[in-house]
């Protein structure tokens, strides 16, 4: 079972998650909510989680193929509902930039399996949200 406890930092939202190995993460709310910024918002977290999750697997997939991998960098954009609470994902794109000399097509498949098949954190997002990923290979 994975647990994760969160403390309050200040008076307002900023709150620090902690797991049990101590390694940390701080959210905030934006100042528009009444927070300060004080860390990444719950839903930008979910997106990192998304790229986080599939960084994994992409890099032990190309390391089983013995590509020759670099660098790996993923920006992961969100579009949510519009005027709903909760407002959920409805679109999430992942830009894989892939850096070394790798194989394009490998790189392609390795982030398809990653996506479409292993990554937990889109599989659980693709309940709400379409997603899409896109792949630059840099030599």
Known sequence: MTK??????DEN????????????IVMDGSPADGGHDGGMR?????????GGCSA????????????????????????????KVPALYTEVHAHFKIFGNVDKDRAEKAVALSVGKYCSVAKT???????TYSVEVIN
Do not use: H, W, Y
Not at 14 to 23: D, I, P, Q, R, S
Not at 56 to 82: A, F, N, P, S
């Open 125 to 131: 997002l693709e309940k709400s949200a379409k997603i």
């Open 56 to 83: 994994v697997d992409v890099v032990t997939i190309l390391r089983k193929q013995r590509e020759d991998l670099k660098d790996l960098k993923i920006t992961v954009t969100g579009e949510r509902e519009k005027d």
């Open 13 to 24: 939202f900023c709150m620090e998650a902690v797991n049990e190995l101590g390694n940390k």
């Open 42 to 50: 719950p839903m930008q977290v979910l997106l990192a989680a998304m």
């Open 4 to 9: 994760i406890e969160l403390s309050r930092v």
